[in-house]
């Protein structure tokens, strides 16, 4: 059957700041020199985790954790625009096109908009499709109002044309 085909996918990610100094603030694959870093297995970079889950979850290939377990030492580390470019391999390789990726980063610190077009370049240029990020505050509500952490939710684009079955 020919026809043209359109999925979406959500992605979410969530890490809490870690009081380890040494640890650095990785978002959408930039550095944020002088902030507090996140808590995980990997760098931690809430936004390309997201990402990585949007896209997985669009190309109907589950989600970053079956992919790139915590528990797997070898991903002890990981820069996380690295495995989003390993990501974005495993959805092409699935016949599926990027259209686009857009994310909204829930933080009261640090603040995103000087660092935006640097993420929004870095993002897009491994994901081959424009990824736009959005900063939100959380208003002081909850964890990450008392700024215990920062989450995002990317949605995601994906499109073969073509054959469809």
């Known amino acids: 059957m020919s026809g043209f085909a359109v999925r979406v996918g959500q992605g ?6 870690t009081d380890d100094s040494s640890r650095a603030l990785i978002l959408g694959g930039v550095r944020f020199d002088g902030a507090r870093g996140l808590d995980g297995h990997s760098d931690a970079d ?6 990585a889950d949007a896209l997985l979850g669009a190309a109907g290939l589950g989600d970053i954790g079956q ?7 070898k991903w002890k580390g990981a ?3 690295a495995l989003l470019a390993d990501v974005v ?3 092409r390789a699935q016949g599926w096109e990027i259209g686009n990726v857009d994310c ?3 933080c009261e610190e640090p603040k995103l908009a000087p660092h935006r077009d640097a993420m929004q370049q870095k993002l897009s240029s ?3 499709a424009s990824v736009t990020v959005k900063g939100r505050r959380a208003e002081g509500l909850g964890a990450l109002g008392r700024r215990e952490g920062i989450a995002c ?3 995601a684009v994906v499109f073969r044309s073509g054959s469809v079955g």
């Open 12 to 17: 979410f990610d969530v890490h809490r700041f």
């Open 46 to 51: 809430v936004i390309a985790h997201a990402v």
């Open 89 to 91: 391999g495993k959805v």
């Open 104 to 106: 909204s980063v829930v």
């Open 153 to 155: 939710w990317a949605s």
């Open 79 to 81: 820069d996380s625009i």
């Open 67 to 73: 992919h790139y377990p915590d528990t797997d030492p």
């Open 126 to 128: 491994t994901v081959g």
